[in-house]
């Protein structure tokens, strides 16, 4: 049984950033420590990074599919339970 990435918590994933309108995120990557309905907290080096899920799209755990984090702006608590679009 192949279990969708975007039904499983985040928190304690590792997530990295394949595109954003912020050209400075792109490739930035960390340990989900936190996420909120609009954010998820990074933990990258060693600080705390958080990104606004809306400009981002993002890989977790390296997985090959893509998340839109426009199309997953919902509490995590939400998110697991709920059926979303794929691009």
Not at 21 to 48: A, H, K
């Amino acid at each position: 049984m192949v279990v969708d990435t975007y039904h499983q918590p985040w928190i304690g994933s590792n997530l990295r950033v394949a595109s954003s309108t912020d050209s400075t995120l792109v490739g930035r990557s960390g340990l989900v420590i936190d996420e909120t309905r609009e954010t998820i907290t990074l933990l990258e080096g060693g600080s705390q990074v958080v990104l606004g899920k809306k400009s981002i799209n993002f890989q977790i755990d390296g997985d090959e599919s893509i998340i839109v984090g426009g199309l997953v702006r919902q509490r995590s608590e939400d998110r697991i339970n709920r059926n979303h679009k794929k691009e």
